[in-house]
Every structure is written in structure tokens, then in C-alpha cells.
């Protein structure tokens, strides 16, 4: 049963998500991407996200998503930079936010090729970040949204270290979420790496988490095949971010899911940035 819609209250606080919404196809009738958008938008509306880290997004649901004008993306492609493959779309709503900047970069040894692959990655992955204005406080920050590969170790390890290698170049000294599918749980490696300089906001959290402890619910549709619950889908924050709350988001309609993946989204409350040079 879908958890409780909670409004925000601190003021200030930015609500952010990560949520793979699955590409169009393949899907049984009542899980086409044209029945799955209405509650995609749904969710995120009902539960006031203001910036979302997506993965698996085609240039045919971006579309979607920003044709009512609340919204506006940045990102490109993977396979060719441009329009052709899979996005790591970041939205945010137009009503507070202005991008300042962005980039994509692959997850190879050749970073700045675009559709490039190494490491026996069975898909070309990449992450693409924005640098935000709060048009409310003013605050700027680092929304960084990647999805590493579903197969090879190896490549979701060195996928995490390149962007790892590039934090400093990426947030210029400021805040940084991290959101993405990391295609792995806490136990992987690809963890330990991450939270020796970001938190994982679950853990840091001012109140309990809440919803179902998996992220990732079946490609079949249901939550309820055990050997399919994994938390695969986080936020990681950087020193200085509160996090109010943390919460999966298991909304349906009936037996219908927005998703294969549950969002997850937190509440939380930037540190004072300096001002734009």
C-alpha cells in the first residue's frame, strides 16, 4: 500500500529524488509507457519533488514529462551525446530552479568520448551533473545523477572512481547529492568507495526512513517476488546538506506501478553557499 503523502514544512527545504522510470517497451497491457506516464507525473506532483535524478529516460519521455511547462531537464543521450539512447535526464521545476551550468561525461577510459566503453560494461553508462540556483534562497549546489552497469563489477568499481576523481571539478566547492541506480547493494564495493567522502542520507536522516527497504521491485511488476528486493537506488550527500527525512515511495494505481524501481527522495536543507562570482 502506498505511504502517506507528506507535505514539506522546513522552509528552505528541497525535495530530490532519484527514480529510474524504465524505457518505453517490452511491458505487459497496463504497463506501456503511455499508461505508465500519468502516474510517473502523478507521483512526482503528489509528492512535490522539486529536482529528480533519472535514469533509463528516452528523448520520447523527457518529451513527455516537460510538454506542461513545469518542468525543464538537462542531459544528452549516452550512445551519441546528442539524442540517440538512454538520458541521465536531471528535472527540475522551472518555478525555482535555473541550471547553470551542466555536463555529461561516459564512464570509460575515455571520458569525454561520448558512447565510449571500457571495462567489460555490458552498456554504455555515463553521469551528467547541473550546477542549481534556488531562485528562493539564492543557494547554489551539485545535482550529480549517474546509473552504473547492471553486469560488470568492474565496470560499476571504476565507473564509481572516475566520478569520485572528478568531485572537485564537478562542485567547485559546492554542495553536492549524488542520486543514481548503482545497479548494487551495500555490500558491493562500489559503497565503500562513495560514502569514504559522501554520506548516504538514509543514515544521516533526522527522522526514520520510511517505506519498503527495497528499491528495486521485479521486472514482473511485483513487489512481493523476494529473490527481486534490492536497494539499489540511492542519495548521497556531501558534508554540510541536513537531511529532514528519507523515505522509497511505493505509490500504484491498483496493481499498477509507475515503475519497475521505487524513487527514492529526500528533504533537505542546503548549507549557505557563496555567491556567484
Known amino acids: 500500500m502506498a505511504e502517506q503523502i507528506i507535505v514539506p514544512t522546513?522552509?528552505?527545504?528541497?525535495?530530490?529524488?532519484?527514480?529510474?522510470i524504465l524505457v518505453p517497451g517490452g511491458?505487459?497491457?497496463?504497463?506501456?509507457?503511455?499508461?505508465?506516464?500519468?502516474?510517473?507525473?502523478?507521483?512526482?506532483?503528489d509528492h512535490q519533488i522539486d529536482l529528480v535524478g533519472t535514469q533509463e529516460t528516452t528523448l520520447r519521455q523527457i518529451n513527455e514529462i516537460v510538454k506542461d511547462g513545469v518542468w525543464d531537464y538537462v542531459g544528452v543521450a549516452r550512445e551519441d551525446g546528442k539524442t540517440n539512447g538512454e538520458y541521465m535526464a536531471i528535472f527540475f521545476r522551472k518555478?525555482?530552479?535555473?541550471?547553470?551550468?551542466?555536463?555529461?561525461?561516459?564512464?570509460?577510459?575515455?571520458?569525454?568520448v561520448p558512447g565510449s566503453r571500457s571495462w567489460k560494461t555490458a552498456?554504455?553508462?555515463?553521469?551528467?551533473?547541473?550546477r542549481f540556483r534556488d531562485l528562493r534562497s539564492g543557494k547554489r549546489f551539485v545535482l550529480c545523477n549517474t546509473h552504473l552497469d547492471h553486469v560488470s563489477d568492474l565496470a560499476r568499481?571504476?565507473?564509481?572512481?572516475?566520478?569520485?576523481?572528478?568531485?572537485?571539478?564537478?562542485?567547485?566547492?559546492?554542495?553536492?547529492?549524488?542520486t543514481g541506480?548503482?545497479?548494487?547493494?551495500?555490500?558491493?564495493?562500489?559503497?565503500?568507495?562513495?560514502?569514504?567522502?559522501?554520506?548516504?542520507?538514509e543514515f544521516i536522516s533526522e527522522t526514520p526512513h520510511v517505506g519498503p527497504?527495497?528499491?528495486?521491485?521485479?521486472?514482473?511488476?511485483d513487489p512481493d517476488h523476494e529473490q527481486e528486493k534490492r536497494r539499489i537506488d540511492f542519495i548521497f550527500v556531501s558534508s554540510g546538506i541536513r537531511v529532514l527525512t528519507h523515505r522509497t515511495i511505493d505509490d500504484r494505481d491498483g496493481a499498477l506501478y509507475p515503475s519497475d524501481h521505487f524513487p527514492v527522495a529526500i528533504d533537505a536543507v542546503l548549507p549557505d553557499t557563496p555567491p556567484e562570482k
Open 10 to 20: 522546513t522552509p528552505g527545504a528541497l525535495r530530490i529524488a532519484s527514480f529510474n
Open 27 to 45: 511491458n505487459r497491457p497496463g504497463n506501456q509507457w503511455d499508461e505508465r506516464i500519468p502516474r510517473i507525473i502523478k507521483l512526482l506532483d
Open 181 to 201: 541506480d548503482f545497479n548494487a547493494t551495500r555490500e558491493h564495493e562500489f559503497y565503500k568507495l562513495v560514502t569514504q567522502t559522501l554520506a548516504d542520507s
Open 95 to 112: 518555478d525555482r530552479f535555473v541550471c547553470e551550468e551542466n555536463h555529461s561525461f561516459w564512464l570509460s577510459e575515455t571520458p569525454d
Open 157 to 178: 568499481v571504476n565507473g564509481i572512481k572516475l566520478i569520485l576523481s572528478r568531485q572537485k571539478e564537478i562542485t567547485q566547492g559546492l554542495p553536492l547529492l549524488l
Open 213 to 221: 527497504n527495497q528499491t528495486f521491485h521485479a521486472l514482473n511488476y
Open 123 to 130: 552498456c554504455t553508462r555515463m553521469c551528467t551533473y547541473g
